[in-house]
């Protein structure tokens, strides 16, 4: 998405010199009738940005801002900040890394709330209101009126999961260097972790699979698949879309699952194989 923004803003320089003022003004005038009507399609139901506003201002101006620019009221004593929705840049989303999630997406989120920040689930409201706020959301970005939403990632089905593939997704988080940032054991202790940062320059930690924590965009093993494929916008946590066939890539949900605290197959058949992390020294290491 950094490419996009940049590329934009020399075409922008161009159409304000090339035009007198009052056509710049009508394309303004343009840009605001497009994303004042924005409309989100979830399912059977239409979200317009209009009917989502007086939600926005009760439940959720307070953190991101009455603007949108994550700048509420009560975003000084927040960490993770709010997010910027000014920006357009999201970090759960079915979609590949630097396009815009779909409607879906967003409203999953809201209804999901994001582990480990102060955004909450909101569990409560009804599928209108939901697309009501996505849509007023979409209406605080330009991005929506020039771009389209990417097209979802494919999940192939979950393969039955076996030893094997649990010590073949061993050698890809090797491979592939997950380590790095999450660290040998996956408790967020990689060599690079103390010095990530978001794009904004903030300080930022790679996830805990040890401790218990939930993945802020879902904790299916569909949803891990996906997070890994399309990568965490904003955050330096890439895709790997590029790196990982399909079948690697279950193979690593299965190894990642193993990490993870919570009682899984994956995590009884690393016991009983005495699967052990893997030694960085010495490629992959003893199993
Ligand atoms: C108490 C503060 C707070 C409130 C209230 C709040 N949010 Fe958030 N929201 C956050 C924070 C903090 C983040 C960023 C979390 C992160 O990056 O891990 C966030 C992120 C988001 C995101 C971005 C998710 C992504 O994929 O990047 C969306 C969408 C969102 N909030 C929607 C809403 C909506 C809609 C409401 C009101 C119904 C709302 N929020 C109310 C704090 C809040
Ligand atoms: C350059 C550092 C870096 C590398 C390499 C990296 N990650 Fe991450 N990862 C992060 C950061 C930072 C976060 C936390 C993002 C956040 O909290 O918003 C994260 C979060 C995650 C999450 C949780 C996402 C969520 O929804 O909360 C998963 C799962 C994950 N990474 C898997 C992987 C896997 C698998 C690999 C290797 C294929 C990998 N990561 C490589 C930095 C990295």
Redesign the pocket.
């Given at each position: 998405m950094r490419i996009a923004l940049g590329n934009s803003l020399p075409l922008l320089a161009i159409v304000v010199m090339a035009f007198p003022f009052a056509s710049v003004a009508q394309q303004t005038n343009a840009d605001f009738n497009a994303r004042i009507r924005m409309e989100s399609h979830i399912g059977t139901v239409t979200g317009h940005a209009k009917a989502?506003q007086s939600?926005?201002r009760r439940?959720?101006?307070?953190?991101?801002g009455d603007r949108g620019d994550?700048m509420?009221e009560?975003?000084p004593w927040?960490?993770?900040?709010?997010?910027d929705?000014q920006l357009g840049?999201?970090?759960?989303?079915s979609t590949p890394t630097g396009t815009l999630?779909t409607d879906q997406?967003?409203s999953e989120?809201?209804a999901r709330?994001?582990?480990?920040?102060?955004?909450?689930r909101?569990n409560t409201?009804t599928g209108q209101q939901?697309a009501d706020?996505?849509a007023?959301?979409k209406h605080f970005s330009p991005r929506w009126v020039s771009e389209k939403p990417g097209t979802p990632i494919q999940i192939p089905p979950e393969p039955a999961i076996t030893a094997d593939r649990i010590k073949d997704g061993r050698e890809v988080f090797a491979r592939v260097q997950c380590w790095k940032c999450h660290g040998v054991t996956g408790e967020a202790n990689g060599p690079s972790a103390a010095t990530l940062q978001?794009d904004l320059g903030r300080p930022i930690a790679p996830f805990n699979f040890a401790d218990g924590s939930s993945p802020?965009?879902g904790s299916s093993d569909q949803d891990v698949y996906r997070i890994f494929m399309t990568g965490?916008?904003?955050?330096p946590m890439p895709s790997f879309a590029d790196n990982l066939k399909p079948d690697e890539a279950w193979d690593l949900v299965f190894y990642l699952r193993a990490l993870m605290s919570e009682p899984s197959k994956a995590k009884a058949i690393a016991r009983q194989l005495g699967l052990k992390s893997i030694d960085t020294n010495a490629g992959v290491g003893p199993q």
């Amino acid at each position: 998405m950094r490419i996009a923004l940049g590329n934009s803003l020399p075409l922008l320089a161009i159409v304000v010199m090339a035009f007198p003022f009052a056509s710049v003004a009508q394309q303004t005038n343009a840009d605001f009738n497009a994303r004042i009507r924005m409309e989100s399609h979830i399912g059977t139901v239409t979200g317009h940005a209009k009917a989502g506003q007086s939600d926005y201002r009760r439940y959720c101006a307070g953190c991101h801002g009455d603007r949108g620019d994550g700048m509420g009221e009560n975003a000084p004593w927040l960490d993770p900040k709010p997010r910027d929705f000014q920006l357009g840049i999201f970090k759960c989303r079915s979609t590949p890394t630097g396009t815009l999630p779909t409607d879906q997406d967003m409203s999953e989120t809201i209804a999901r709330g994001l582990d480990r920040s102060n955004m909450p689930r909101w569990n409560t409201f009804t599928g209108q209101q939901k697309a009501d706020l996505v849509a007023w959301i979409k209406h605080f970005s330009p991005r929506w009126v020039s771009e389209k939403p990417g097209t979802p990632i494919q999940i192939p089905p979950e393969p039955a999961i076996t030893a094997d593939r649990i010590k073949d997704g061993r050698e890809v988080f090797a491979r592939v260097q997950c380590w790095k940032c999450h660290g040998v054991t996956g408790e967020a202790n990689g060599p690079s972790a103390a010095t990530l940062q978001d794009d904004l320059g903030r300080p930022i930690a790679p996830f805990n699979f040890a401790d218990g924590s939930s993945p802020k965009c879902g904790s299916s093993d569909q949803d891990v698949y996906r997070i890994f494929m399309t990568g965490l916008d904003g955050t330096p946590m890439p895709s790997f879309a590029d790196n990982l066939k399909p079948d690697e890539a279950w193979d690593l949900v299965f190894y990642l699952r193993a990490l993870m605290s919570e009682p899984s197959k994956a995590k009884a058949i690393a016991r009983q194989l005495g699967l052990k992390s893997i030694d960085t020294n010495a490629g992959v290491g003893p199993q």
